[in-house]
């Protein structure tokens, strides 16, 4: 019988739902300031990362990515369902495994998934500033479609100013249909 929690698997990868025992792989990158420099948040205390296992174990949207070798959860992908046939993809890695590749395979069996199982479009938003974020989204087939001046913010100043990002949104179209 297969495991109903594995989404895919890859040559080096595991790609599953979320369960209760990722709750300190989760914090190990949840918690770095440095991992979530372009996130809509800050650095999570453990009680944090806590809460939000919790909303990661009850959504479909959230694949955790663990390693086959040492079964660590090492980050996530996010695919989020939105009109239209089409998927909003992102993801969070632990710094330490930057750098190997870990991303853009999850991230490619995943896309393959998708289009094989009829999602037409998938796109994602990325800060102009992180460059290891579209460079990979070019890497993985995905076209830079627009680049939005100063359309969003997440943090204000000191004075209660909005703190204004750009934002890159880049897509891949299902082209096998």
């Excluded at 296992?53 to 390693?67: K, Q, Y």
């Amino acid at each position: 019988m297969k495991d109903q929690t594995i989404i895919a698997e890859t040559e080096r990868l595991i790609l599953r739902r979320y369960k209760q025992e990722d709750l300190q792989g989760l914090f190990e990158y949840l918690s770095d300031r440095e991992v979530v420099k372009y996130e809509p948040y800050q650095p999570m205390t453990l009680d944090e990362a806590k809460e939000n296992l919790a909303w990661r174990i009850g959504t479909d949207e959230m694949v955790a990515v663990e390693l086959k070798a040492s079964h660590k959860m090492i980050g996530n992908v996010y695919m989020g369902r939105r009109d239209f046939e089409a998927l909003e993809i992102g993801y969070v890695f632990n710094r330490d495994y930057w750098g190997h590749g870990y991303a853009a395979e999850s991230c490619a069996a995943l896309i393959r998934q998708a289009f094989s199982n009829g999602i037409h479009r998938i796109y994602a938003e990325c800060d102009p500033n992180n460059q290891s974020s579209w460079k990979l989204l070019e890497a993985l087939g995905f076209q830079r479609e627009a680049h939005f001046r100063k359309n969003v913010y997440f943090w204000k100043d000191e004075a209660e100013k909005a703190i204004w990002k750009d934002t890159y949104v880049y897509a891949k179209l299902n082209d096998t249909i």
